[in-house]
């Protein structure tokens, strides 16, 4: 069965650092979602992509974070400078053209020291 | 706007006993609506979802939900609970109706905590 992937699974980093995530949705899912999860909390969307166009990043903290998905498949969320509240668990999702159901990938674990 | 209440923070429980997971959501529109579970370190995976029809809607490991519309609930629920139920389970809302030039998003509740003791 497919499945979402990202790497890598945790990353320990020190603020004003940058760091770099990766996702590679389900082949042929052209909607692409990063989400923020904080701890005790649920997930929150940062963006979502349709194929290579940013449709939603209201959540999104430009100033310090970016998402790109050039080819329109896999994509790239980047901070620069990493804070300390930026500690959380970081999920792609993917979804199929006229489905319901978004697929999550298993997540990367951030930590800012 | 809409938002997703999950009444419980933390549901404990014995093996085999029945346990029932609160949901609440608020919308002014119709909503589809999801249940999510994420094991420790792991991402979500799909329980069930409800987009129409009956209201009791049955998933994956023997969870079942019910959809009642006059009091915005989709309580979740398992008749015989077992240790590898323990993880954290999420209710999700999405509107149906996709405005102009929008996109609907996921809306998440906080998690509920299940704990299945011996």
């Known amino acids: 069965e497919a499945e979402v992937a990202q790497s890598p699974r945790y990353k320990i980093t020190e603020k004003s650092q940058a760091v770099a995530f990766w996702c590679d949705p389900i082949?042929?899912?052209?909607?692409l979602y990063w989400y923020r999860q904080i701890l005790g909390q649920g997930p929150e969307l940062l963006v979502q992509?349709?194929?290579?166009?940013?449709?939603?990043d209201s959540q999104l903290p430009k100033d310090r974070f970016s998402a790109e998905r050039l080819k329109g498949v896999d994509s790239t969320l980047k901070i620069q400078p990493a804070e300390l509240g930026d500690s959380a668990m970081y999920l792609c999702?993917?979804?199929?053209?006229?489905?319901?159901?978004?697929?999550f990938g298993p997540g990367t674990r951030l930590t800012v020291l | 706007a809409q938002s997703v209440t999950q009444l419980d923070s933390q549901v404990p429980v014995f093996e085999e006993a029945p346990v029932e997971l609160r949901c609440n959501y608020s919308s002014s529109v119709s909503v589809y609506l999801f249940w999510y579970v994420q094991y420790p370190n792991q991402g979500l995976q799909l329980l069930l979802k409800y987009l129409s029809g009956s209201t009791l809607v049955k998933g994956i490991n023997g969870f079942e939900a019910e959809f009642n519309k006059s009091q915005t609930s989709f309580h979740l629920r398992k008749p015989s609970v077992h240790i590898s139920d323990t993880a954290e389970y999420f209710c999700a809302v999405r509107n149906q109706i996709i405005f102009s030039g929008g996109y609907n998003k996921l809306i998440f509740g906080a998690g509920t905590r299940l704990a299945v003791h011996p």
């Open positions: 082949s042929g899912h052209a909607t």
């Open positions: 999702a993917s979804r199929p053209a006229g489905a319901d159901t978004q697929y």
């Open positions: 992509f349709q194929d290579e166009s940013v449709v939603d």
